[in-house]
């Protein structure tokens, strides 16, 4: 359990941090989700969404070139 400061700051326990991977001077993300807030550092999170982006990159590019096919 963690209390928050009067600038809204919180200590992290231990335990979590070891469990994340979190190190003094990392940046961590806070992502919402269907069940609450997901802690994640930030960059496991820029890799996740980049692989996102990456899909939808080759889907569009798959959706191109069916579009072409159909037009020839």
Do not use: C, H, W
């Given at each position: 359990m963690s209390a928050v400061t009067k600038k809204y700051q919180v200590t992290i326990p231990k335990r979590v941090r070891e469990e994340l991977?979190?190190?003094?001077?990392?940046?961590?993300?806070?992502?919402?989700?269907?069940?609450?807030?997901?802690?994640?550092?930030?960059?496991?999170?820029?890799?996740?969404?980049?692989?996102?982006?990456?899909?939808?990159?080759k889907t569009v590019k798959e959706m191109k070139e069916a579009i072409g096919r159909g037009m020839e």
């Amino acid at each position: 359990m963690s209390a928050v400061t009067k600038k809204y700051q919180v200590t992290i326990p231990k335990r979590v941090r070891e469990e994340l991977g979190i190190e003094s001077g990392d940046k961590i993300a806070f992502v919402k989700t269907e069940d609450g807030y997901k802690i994640i550092k930030l960059d496991e999170f820029i890799e996740e969404n980049a692989k996102i982006l990456e899909d939808i990159d080759k889907t569009v590019k798959e959706m191109k070139e069916a579009i072409g096919r159909g037009m020839e």
